[in-house]
Structure formats: C-alpha cells, structure tokens
C-alpha cells in the first residue's frame, strides 16, 4: 500500500452543473467549486491553475490525478477526461479513474448515510443515473453498475434491493423523494467526496496510465426529437 497522507492529489469531477475540484497536499486539502458540464471547457484548467498557485505546487510535483469519470453531461465528461489526460501525459503521472455515482455515495456517507447507497443523478429527458453502492471492510463495493434508467424503474430496483437513496434526481423526481424520506438530496461528487476516493484508490494503488482516463457513458441518445419533446408536455 501507498501512503496517502503525504501525497499531493488532483481530483475534479464536471459531470454535473457544478464543477468540483480539489487538490490534497501533505499540508491539508484545497477545494473549489464553478460551472461545470458543458461550462468547465472554459474555466477548468485557468481554475487548475489557480488552485495549484495557491497552494504552492506545482503541476509536475504532483503524485496523480484523479477524475471523475461519469455518468453525467457528455461535454462535462469529456472535458474532465481531457485535461487530465493532459495534464497527466504532461507531467509523467498516473491517473485515478473516479465514478461520479460513486462520489454521490461517498458524499451520503460523509452525510450521515449508512448501510447500501442508492446513488441517483437526474439524467435529464425523463431518466435517472443510478448505481446502488455499499461499503465494507475493504471500501466501497458496487452492487448495481451504473445504468441509466426511468423513475419507474428504479423504484422497482430499490424495492427489490433496498438502499438509502442520495443524489439530486430526489429534487428533480417528487416520486424518487416520496419513497425516499429524508434521503439525502444534496449529496453531490464535491471535493471532500472525490477527495476521500481519490486517496483510498492512491493508498491500494488503484491506478492508471493516462490513455485509460475514459469516460463511462451509459446512454447513447443525447438528445430528443421534437415529436418526444412534444409528447412530454402536459395534455390540456
């Protein structure tokens, strides 16, 4: 194993509206927050920058990189892998390959959360991503991978499989949120979450070469026709 504690970590996420980004150094952990998916090809790497000046580093003294990979905003997704990919091949370091559900879970956890973790993210058009994850002795496992599915549908899956449900599909579906109770609605991939990730990966040696930092995508369409846009609007 690695130690983590003196290592000098990365980690952002752009899956989301919000980017998260934080960056761990042996004299404590930095975070910032800004616009995210399709609005971090703009202000990742100027933030990046900014974040590694004042904390004192520089690019090419850091230990890896980590990011999250997914599922969420296609553009978000591939500029998250892009610039790590980058900046990692730049640097000659490895890469940390983070699914953004999995920072849901791990931000539920921080929150109080306990037990199986249903991981919920609006995906938008009607559909949520979803994984359900649940920690043990040796860290977070994943039940159920990744996968896009309807509201019905999940509810049927968290029957059959019950969990605590965390993420920000429990605002944008009232069904998710009625059968979820408290739940954890605000539970999002930030930095204390990647972070938390970032640094048990880094202690296993759960690393890659930065040519493997890909994105996980789960859906193939992107975006609607006009006729099922249409179809999705209230009948008078």
Same mark, same amino acid.
């Given at each position: ?8 970590? =990365?980690? &952002? ?36 920058? *900014? =974040?590694?000046? *004042? ?8 230990? %890896?990189? %980590? ?12 500029? %998250? ?11 000659? #370091? ?11 879970? *791990? ?26 994850? *649940? ?40 069904? &998710? ?45 992107? %975006? ?5 846009? =249409?179809?999705? #609007?209230?009948?008078?």
């Amino acid at each position: 194993m690695t130690d983590s504690s003196a290592a000098r970590l =990365l980690a &952002l996420d752009t899956a989301t509206d919000t980017l998260y980004l934080a960056l761990q150094t042996p004299a404590g952990m930095l975070a910032r927050t800004g616009s995210g998916a399709a609005q971090a090809s703009a202000t990742l790497l100027p933030q990046i920058a *900014e =974040l590694l000046r *004042e904390a004192g580093v520089a690019a090419g003294e850091l230990d %890896a990189l %980590a990011c999250g990979i997914g599922p969420g905003a296609f553009t978000g997704l591939r500029t %998250a892998c892009s610039v790590v990919q980058g900046l990692a091949f730049g640097v000659g #370091r490895p890469v940390i390959a983070l699914p953004t559900l999995l920072a849901v879970a *791990e931000s539920a956890c921080q929150q109080g959360a306990a037990g199986a973790v249903w991981a919920v993210q609006d995906a938008r058009m009607g559909e949520v991503y979803a994984a359900l994850y *649940e920690r043990d002795a040796d860290g977070w496992q994943v039940r159920v991978p990744p996968a896009l599915q309807s509201p019905g549908q999940l509810l049927a899956q968290a029957q059959a499989r019950p969990g605590v449900l965390a993420g920000n599909a429990l605002k944008a579906f009232p069904a &998710l949120a009625a059968v979820a109770g408290a739940g954890f609605p605000d539970a999002v991939p930030d930095g204390a979450a990647l972070m938390a990730l970032a640094r048990s990966a880094w202690q296993r040696g759960d690393v890659l070469d930065a040519s493997q930092a890909l994105p996980l995508y789960v859906r193939d369409k992107v %975006a609607q026709t006009t006729a099922e846009r =249409l179809g999705q #609007r209230p009948q008078d």
